[in-house]
């Protein structure tokens, strides 16, 4: 496995493979089977999967939270060797940003609701960094996992703005085998909160059993006062939206397909998650 830690040498390297199809994957670290998941799809499409490192500063409203992301690059490195990836990038803040950077994206609903509403500028720096790095690295497809849908579909409104012709390949979420959707910020909890936690993914999949026999407003009222009663919670939001435009519904007639979008804080921890509902 190749390591680069400038956009210089990355890019020389990269000439080697011109014509050949190139897969990234762009990842904060601390990586877990999810982020593995995503490699291994790249891997079946393209003749070479390039991850990245990098916490990007430009997505942390909160300073706090951006000091206590999890960090661990020397595992890091071991799993992406043990899963054959071909090339880790791991650029600093400099290399990523030799520049100021004042871009203001707006994805119109995406960049209101949901994520977007409780992290102000949030995929404002989400789609700066993927511009750039798209724009170090020209991959051929670049895959994203459905855990942060909401992402997802900013990633993809941004690929139609900047007309850009890299093919983004949406992967669905990897949980615990107790529901838990993996996430690096599991890391800072414990196991017995990690057992708490995944509560999230079991009340949303009574959300999703009950479509045929509850209202939009009782399935809210249901998850959130079923995440309030657990001691260690403090519910952000939960919306059932539309799962095409991501609009929040108030009535099921206001979509044709949905999804059940939720941010729990455990024990100071930000959690967020999602599930399709089947009609
Ligand atoms: P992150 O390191 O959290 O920025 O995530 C990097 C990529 O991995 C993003 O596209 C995430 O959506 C994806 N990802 C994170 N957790 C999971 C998961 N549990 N299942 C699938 N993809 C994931």
Not at 56 to 80: A, C, G, H, R, V
Not at 82 to 87: G, L, M, T, Y
Not at 185 to 198: G, I, P, Q
């Amino acid at each position: 496995m190749q390591i680069f830690y400038k956009v210089k040498e990355i890019q020389d390297y990269l000439t080697k493979f011109n014509s050949e199809s190139v897969g990234f994957v762009a990842t904060m670290g601390s990586l877990h089977k999810g982020h593995l998941s995503l490699i291994n799809a790249s891997q079946q499409e393209n003749k070479i999967t390039i991850c990245s490192i990098f916490i990007n500063p430009k997505q942390f409203s909160n300073q706090e939270d951006l000091i206590k992301y999890p960090q661990n690059i020397d595992l890091d490195i071991e799993k992406l060797k043990s899963v054959n990836c071909d090339i880790v990038f791991i650029p600093n803040v400099e290399e990523v940003y030799p520049n100021k950077v004042e871009k203001e994206f707006y994805f119109g609903v995406l960049s209101e609701v949901m994520e977007a509403k409780h992290r102000p500028g949030h995929f404002n720096g989400v789609a700066i960094v993927i511009e750039r790095f798209f724009e170090i690295l020209s991959p051929t497809r670049a895959y994203f996992g459905e855990k942060d849908f909401q992402q997802l579909a900013v990633i993809r409104a941004l690929v139609k703005k900047i007309n850009s012709s890299v093919k983004i390949i949406g992967c669905p979420i990897y949980r615990e085998i107790n529901g838990l959707a993996m996430s690096s910020r599991n890391e800072r909890l414990s196991e017995a909160e990690k057992e708490e936690a995944s509560e999230i993914s079991k009340a949303l999949t009574y959300v999703c059993q009950h479509k045929n026999s509850h209202s939009v407003t009782e399935l809210k009222d249901y998850f959130m006062n079923r995440m309030s009663m657990n001691k260690l919670f403090v519910p952000e939001y939960f919306e059932i939206a539309d799962k095409n435009t991501l609009v929040p519904i108030n009535n099921w007639s206001e979509a044709k397909t949905y999804i059940a979008f939720t941010a729990v804080n455990v024990e100071g921890v930000r959690l967020i998650d999602n599930m399709t509902i089947i009609n």
